[in-house]
């Protein structure tokens, strides 16, 4: 089976940078997205950027400029770097790998934009 760990969430301050990390492991086809969602309470997971095994990306555009999505295939690793974080980007942001039609999730990190 398929095991996701995220690290790199925290605290930080409005227009300060934060960096995610998510390292999947198992049965992974080398056509796959690796990706993030974030989710406050009471709201759906929303996608934030997507990446494929061959590197193009999606962001969502409340985010775009500011977040770079960006994977390591030899490790099975997705990295978000957070750059002029706003208070609107604190949420827990969850891993996603997408390979053969399923869907599996991280642990989700909690990422916290405040003065």
């Known amino acids: 089976q398929v095991q996701l760990v995220e690290s790199g969430g925290g605290l930080v301050q409005p227009g300060g940078s934060l960096g995610l990390s998510c390292a999947a492991s198992?049965?992974?086809?080398?056509?796959?997205?690796m990706g993030w969602f974030r989710q406050v309470p009471g709201n759906r997971r929303a996608l934030v950027a997507r990446i494929s095994s061959r590197g193009g990306a999606n962001y969502a555009d409340s985010v775009k400029g500011r977040f770079t999505i960006s994977r390591d295939n030899s490790k099975n690793t997705v990295y978000l770097q957070m750059n002029s974080l706003k208070p609107e980007d604190t949420a827990v942001y969850y891993c996603r790998l997408e390979t053969s039609g399923y869907s599996y999730w991280g642990q989700g990190t909690q990422v916290t934009v405040s003065s």
């Open positions: 198992g049965n992974i086809f080398n056509d796959n997205f």
